[in-house]
């Protein structure tokens, strides 16, 4: 479970977690692509620092 679940009772909504990457047409993709490889990024560096 999550820090935020825990504290929240209720899962985080980025809006990285809105849009499929089907749809990532309309939107600068570029930009998109960034965010999440950020947050991709950022996860494993918390999961290692949680170990």
């Known amino acids: 479970m999550a820090l935020f679940e825990m504290l929240y009772g209720k899962r985080c909504r980025t809006l990285i977690s809105w849009f499929d990457a089907v749809k990532m047409d ?23 620092a949680q170990s």
Do not use: Y
Not at 26 to 48: C, F, P, Q, T, Y
């Open 26 to 48: 309309s939107l600068d993709s570029n930009l998109l692509r960034d965010a999440m490889e950020h947050v991709r990024l950022i996860k494993g560096r918390l999961l290692i």
